[in-house]
């Protein structure tokens, strides 16, 4: 069974792949950062569960649909895969801001859902990477350190909130490689 210890939870759009403010709506806008691509699956290599928690409001809205979204992660597995890792799981939340639901970060319940696929009760000790605050809140919520990357909207996320880093609580890194150079020498 998998520890927290060792679980990194990823937001997607914006820390594993190109976001954009008008969604990723298609198999054509998912543009994965070859350096991200790598970084899981050095992460895997090494031992860490590796697994996505993502916001798809897009859903909600009508831009693209379960089978879409579905089509993209079918790339992304297969990236990782071909990379020599592995993703142990990819939860999304389709619903949008107002629809009320407990899985749209920040609310936990996204990254409990998948704590509980991986039979991992207590999500205190893992890592939660995301580019947005809501991503660091809600892995707070359950008790994950936080890192905020600049890729994605992480940079306008911390020009908004330059307390985030100031802290100490959060960590910082330039982009999902770096975090995870950082976190596989940390662990030597």
Known sequence: MPLAEKLVILDRDGVINQDSDDYVKSLD??????????????????????????NQSG????????????????????????????????????????????????LPGLLKRLGAELGIEDLTGGWMVGDSLRDLEAGEAVGCHPVLVRTGKGERTLAKYPELTSDGRTSLFDDLAAFVDWLLEKQL
């Open 29 to 54: 806008e998912f543009l994965p950062y070859p350096q991200a691509i790598t970084a899981i699956a050095r992460l895997s290599q090494a031992g860490w569960t590796v697994v996505v928690a993502t």
């Open 59 to 106: 859903i909600a809205r009508g831009y693209y649909d379960e089978a879409t979204l579905a089509a993209m992660h079918e790339r992304l597995n297969t990236l990782v895969a071909d990379a020599g890792g592995q993703i142990a799981a990819i939860a999304h939340c389709p619903h949008g801001p107002s629809d009320g639901c407990e899985c749209r970060k920040p």
